[in-house]
């Protein structure tokens, strides 16, 4: 017998919303999210490469973070970092503190003209890049292919460069931390790239770019690798107009996408420079920072 507080249509009411909650997603029915995402540059791409003027720089241009080049490479056994003076390490990290900066990753940059399938001090190259991430703090390195190592016109580099990065996986994985890996395959090819890996701290660093150039399918790419498969996001395009000029990028949509992935983090800004002006950082960086801020972070 029901108590006389809970009439029979108050119980039916509340039994047809129950029935009707047990259909709908979850979802639908946990409390939305929000999703942050914080906003960087690139040293190197800000002139400042392993500067520690970088950081006052990435301040004055209005970003959150900046991504720290690892140094150049050239034919050296390592990478020319010096990161790997301590004291220069801690001026790093007291200034991003004193400004209320992130170094959001670190960068081995040197790839992109140099071999990681060849170099034969790949795993050295790659350690010190791992040891100055965990002296910093940093959780994320960014780790390009290059174009030595493209594998849509190099695929015969396919298995040594797998044999390599299940190396790099094994290692990050002891330094708990992601090697984020940009290379020249369409998503699909970079899941099956990932699969054969084998590794969870081998993730893609998601570059743009990379769909726009090829003709392809930006949104759809994004989700065919899904939010577990995307470390970081070089949020970007060639250079020539700024984002917001920007008429093959809809920058709404892919918040919309990501949104719907369940995917936040850094977006960091790498090129998309007026080609009239392209070596005024302060104007391009900052035009480019206020306008993803206007996107990914409005209330």
């Known amino acids: ?28 029915l946990a409390k939305s999210k929000k999703l942050t995402y914080k906003i960087a540059v690139v040293d190197l791409m800000i002139l400042k490469r392993q500067k520690l003027g970088a950081l ?21 056994e390592t990478f020319d970092s010096q990161l790997a003076n301590p004291e220069i390490r801690q001026q790093f990290l007291d200034k991003a503190k004193e400004l209320n900066l992130e170094i959001c990753s670190l960068a081995m940059t040197g790839f992109y003209a140099q071999s990681f399938a060849t170099r034969a001090t790949y795993q050295r190259m790659v350690q010190d890049c791992l040891d100055t991430m965990k002296a910093m703090n940093v959780k994320v390195a ?19 460069i797998v044999e390599r990065l299940k190396v790099v996986g094994k290692m990050a994985q002891k330094a708990g ?49 899904g939010s577990k498969r995307i470390c970081q996001i070089h949020c970007t ?5 700024w984002l917001q000029n920007n008429t093959r990028l809809d ?3 892919v918040k919309q ?20 002006d392209p070596r005024n950082v302060k104007k391009n960086f900052g035009a480019n920072t206020a306008y993803l801020k206007s996107i990914f972070q409005a209330s």
């Open 237 to 241: 395009d060639d250079d020539g107009v």
């Open 177 to 225: 931390v992601v090697v984020g890996i940009e290379t020249a395959l369409d998503a699909k090819g970079e899941v099956e790239l990932l699969q054969e890996i084998g590794s969870k701290h081998i993730q893609i660093y998601f570059n743009f770019s990379n769909p726009l150039k090829a003709g392809r399918d930006l949104n759809q790419e994004l989700k065919i690798l």
């Open 1 to 28: 017998m029901l108590p006389n507080s809970l009439t029979r249509r108050t119980f039916l009411k509340g039994s047809l919303l129950l029935t009707g909650s047990l259909l709908l997603p979850n979802v639908l």
């Open 251 to 253: 920058m709404n949509r």
């Open 142 to 160: 960014f780790l390009p292919l290059g174009t030595q190592g493209d594998l849509v016109k190099n695929p015969e580099l396919r298995p040594a």
């Open 56 to 76: 006052q720089l990435t301040k004055d241009i209005g970003a959150d973070g900046v991504e720290v080049d690892m140094g150049g490479l050239g034919q050296r």
């Open 257 to 276: 996408t990501l949104a719907e992935m369940g995917w936040e983090g850094w977006l960091v800004i790498e090129r998309s420079r007026d080609a009239n």
